[in-house]
């Protein structure tokens, strides 16, 4: 039948959280989301990064390495 996974995936992260999980300075990653390098969304007074735009803002840093 269904097996139901106990690791939750968030679907989206606080600027703490990134710094947290990147290593990258909490003032760097508000930097790079002022440069429109990275995608985030502000709900109130929070500003939350989307797994997707994490993951697509880390792959880009990688690509751009590898050249």
């Given at each position: 039948?269904?097996?139901?996974?106990?690791?939750?995936?968030?679907?989206?992260?606080?600027?703490?959280?990134?710094?947290?999980?990147?290593?990258?300075s909490q003032p760097f990653v508000r930097l790079e989301i002022k440069r429109g390098n990275l995608k985030?969304?502000?709900?109130?007074?929070?500003?939350?990064?989307?797994?997707?735009?994490?993951s697509q803002y880390l792959n880009k840093g990688e690509n751009d390495e590898q050249k």
């Open positions: 039948m269904f097996e139901v996974s106990t690791v939750k995936r968030k679907k989206a992260y606080s600027i703490k959280e990134v710094s947290e999980e990147t290593s990258l985030a969304a502000r709900f109130g007074s929070r500003v939350l990064i989307t797994e997707n735009s994490l």
